[in-house]
């Protein structure tokens, strides 16, 4: 495919986003009725499709409208590139821009539409992260760094970044986690890698490592990942000796943790049923995602009022569905990669006026700026 082709299937699939499919299912969509596409194009479409998700309302602006053929157009502006040369009408290539489409953007841009933030949300934004309002919702503009996990009880960390080098993967380490690598060359080689394939490392944030390094010492403590999902936590966990037990709500989410596990050389339970009591029970709740925006754009706009008291009422009962899971004297953590005070310190706010038994210990507040996604953790301790 030529790059113009490219752009004009970017644009085609974010049309589909906008009348309302999910941005992974129009990309699978789009490349399963495009084989002619290889795997160089795919990954440009997507690039250029999640670029255009991540600064959708500015790239508008700079477009002049809200449409595929727009964001296109607003990208090519925003990179300095030269529209005509994309717009050529040959072949595969969009369309001859318009004499109204070719005309320069002068209109004002309002704060929040130039940091890409839902107006609706704005206030809480503003409330949660203050002075750093502006600087945190720029840096969600951005594409994520990738970062791995060592799986430090088989390879250390120099090992892992040695072994990667030998499959052409340069990666250094991350300050955030003694587990953690940011990738910084070839990380599209990663998946089909030795160490990848032998369990020696896993794809993983490196504020969620973060998350885990700030745990008491798990060293044979029995431990329960209360909201697994797909188990990059567990399998953090049991790397620092844990004796991990898994649960999710939605037991097909964890159906891919028993096959890392064993990639990973690691003992874990999953579990419908947990019984307790635990010395550390780990809530990594449902949530926005708010900080996660750069990796999963589409969430930032899809999120509505609606759902996020839905998710507020849900994080609640959760935390005091597990408060008794906990043993006297143990330790209940709860996490989200959420930005939001109405996700993270109102809740545990809420939460230890209603449960007298456990006291707060410390807070971890992690965002971009930072290096990794936003993360917050609160680590509370049950009184013996």
């Excluded at 255009?52 to 925003?78: F, I, P």
């Excluded at 318009?98 to 953007?105: G, K």
């Excluded at 049991?238 to 709500?249: E, L, M, N, S």
């Amino acid at each position: 495919m030529t790059p113009a082709a490219r752009y004009q299937a970017a644009a085609d699939i974010i049309d589909r986003i906008l009348a309302g499919a999910p941005a992974e299912q129009a990309l699978t969509g789009w490349a399963r009725a495009s084989r002619f596409a290889g795997s160089k194009d795919r990954a440009a479409i997507r690039d250029h499709v999640f670029d255009m998700l991540r600064c959708k309302r500015s790239l508008a602006h700079l477009g002049g409208g809200m449409s595929g053929r727009a964001l296109t157009l607003g990208l090519l502006r925003r990179d300095g590139l030269d529209p005509d040369a994309v717009f050529t009408g040959i072949g595969h290539a969009p369309a001859l821009l318009t004499w109204a489409e070719a005309t320069p953007v002068t209109a004002p841009i309002s704060e929040t539409a130039a940091l890409d933030c839902p107006d609706w949300l704005a206030p809480e934004l503003r409330r949660s992260l203050g002075s750093d309002f502006a600087p945190i919702m720029d840096a969600l503009r951005a594409r994520a760094p990738v970062f791995l996990r060592v799986n430090t009880a088989r390879i250390t960390r120099p090992e892992a970044m040695a072994a990667l080098q030998a499959e052409g993967i340069a990666a250094h380490p991350h300050p955030l986690a003694d587990t953690a690598l940011e990738v910084t060359h070839n990380a599209r080689a990663i998946h089909r890698s030795a160490p990848y394939l032998d369990g020696l490392i896993e794809l993983q944030d490196a504020s969620s490592q973060a998350v885990i390094a700030a745990l008491p010492d798990l060293t044979g403590a029995r431990v329960l990942d209360y909201c697994a999902g797909g188990g990059g936590k567990a399998l953090a966990m049991a790397a620092r000796g844990a004796d991990v037990t898994a649960h999710d709500a939605a037991p097909r989410r964890m159906a891919d943790l028993p096959a890392r596990a064993r990639r990973a050389g690691a003992q874990i339970t999953v579990t419908q049923n947990p019984g307790g009591p635990f010395d550390l029970v780990l809530v990594d709740a449902p949530c926005s995602g708010s900080g996660t925006w750069r990796r999963s754009p589409d969430a930032k706009w899809r999120l509505t009022a609606g759902q996020l008291d839905d998710l507020r009422r849900t994080q609640a009962t959760i935390l005091a569905d597990v408060a008794e899971l906990v043993r006297p004297g143990g330790w209940l953590a709860y996490a989200t990669c959420s930005l939001l005070c109405c996700e993270n310190d109102d809740q545990i706010t809420a939460f230890l006026h209603a449960h007298p038994a456990y006291r707060l210990q410390d807070t971890l507040g992690l965002t971009p700026l930072t290096g990794g996604d936003g993360f917050y953790m609160a680590l509370m301790a049950r009184t013996p």
